[in-house]
């Protein structure tokens, strides 16, 4: 057994992942196996469906679903599954009832992994479920308490859900930036949070804060505008909306950073 899993992973580091599967299947029904040979095998499949993944001309998404379902034939528990199947979502790929009793069982027996319950939340956030979203959020983090990702994001919904919501989402971010202190991208959100919570002054300096780390956040400058309007600082708030149109009509064509979509 050992000799064929360290075939299969040197096919499998070198993207022969079909001559992989097809070592690892034979062990299978040789009954040369234990758990380690069928975990493997799981996780070539998924390493197949996320080599599947790509864009159509018409901007949709397509795989291989039936490669992502071999993998949980072969290994229902395989943790990493419910991260494919969640992160579906985001890609805009339909599962099939098949993954989605996977995921679900996964879910309930408390193996899903913290990327499934963080695909699921940024997902159902985009399209506007907020309450699910918390929900995974809450999981993630529970499974994950340290996660800065989690804690960024949940804090936003927390308080993008409700303003009675802010003290605890300051918590979480006052955690976060306890965990990695001149991130960017905390600041930035810790702003936002403020500007929720009507206390324009504070999220100035955080917004600040944020472009003294990285100048090339155009979103928090954004952010800035209304923000200077709100504490009277009409001279700063033109001269930085002066500075954002000079850079979008210096760059029509670029597509929104994925924090600008906050």
């Known amino acids: 057994q050992s000799d064929r899993l360290a075939i299969a992973e040197l096919r499998k580091m070198t993207n022969q992942f079909e001559r992989a599967a097809?070592?690892?299947?034979?062990?299978?029904s040789n009954k040369l196996s234990g758990p380690e040979t069928?975990?493997?095998?799981?996780?070539?499949?998924?390493?197949?469906?996320?080599k599947s993944i790509f864009k159509t001309d018409a901007g949709t998404?397509?795989?291989d679903l039936a490669s992502l379902e071999k993998a949980a034939e072969v290994d229902p528990l395989n943790p990493n599954l419910s991260g494919d199947i969640a992160n579906m979502l985001r890609l805009d790929l339909k599962p099939t009832?098949?993954?989605?009793?996977?995921?679900?069982?996964?879910m309930d027996l408390g193996?899903?992994?913290?990327?499934?319950?963080?695909?699921?939340?940024?997902?159902?956030?985009?399209?506007?479920?907020?309450?699910?979203?918390?929900k995974n959020w809450d999981i993630a983090l529970r499974k994950d308490p340290n996660n800065l990702g989690v804690l960024n994001n949940y804090a936003l919904c927390l308080a993008r859900d409700s303003e009675t919501n802010v003290p605890k989402a300051l918590e979480m971010l006052s955690k976060a930036t306890t965990l990695a202190p001149g991130n960017a991208e905390i600041l930035d959100t810790l702003g936002d949070v403020l500007m929720i919570a009507k206390r324009p002054k504070e999220a100035v300096s955080k917004y600040?804060?944020?472009?003294?780390i990285d100048k090339t956040r155009y979103s928090t400058r954004r952010k800035l505008i209304p923000a200077y309007r709100a504490i009277g600082?009409?001279?700063?708030?033109?001269?930085?909306?002066?500075?954002?149109?000079?850079?979008?009509?210096?760059?029509?064509?670029?597509?929104?950073?994925?924090?600008?979509?906050?």
């Open 61 to 63: 998404t397509q795989a």
């Open 38 to 50: 069928k975990r493997e095998l799981s996780e070539i499949y998924r390493l197949l469906y996320q």
């Open 233 to 262: 600082n009409d001279g700063m708030a033109d001269t930085v909306e002066k500075m954002v149109r000079d850079y979008d009509a210096a760059n029509p064509q670029e597509s929104k950073s994925p924090e600008e979509a906050k």
């Open 208 to 212: 600040e804060l944020a472009l003294r």
């Open 111 to 134: 193996v899903s992994s913290v990327s499934a319950h963080i695909a699921l939340a940024e997902g159902l956030f985009v399209k506007g479920i907020i309450k699910e979203a918390m």
């Open 22 to 28: 097809e070592i690892l299947t034979e062990a299978l």
């Open 97 to 106: 009832e098949m993954l989605k009793g996977i995921l679900r069982k996964q």
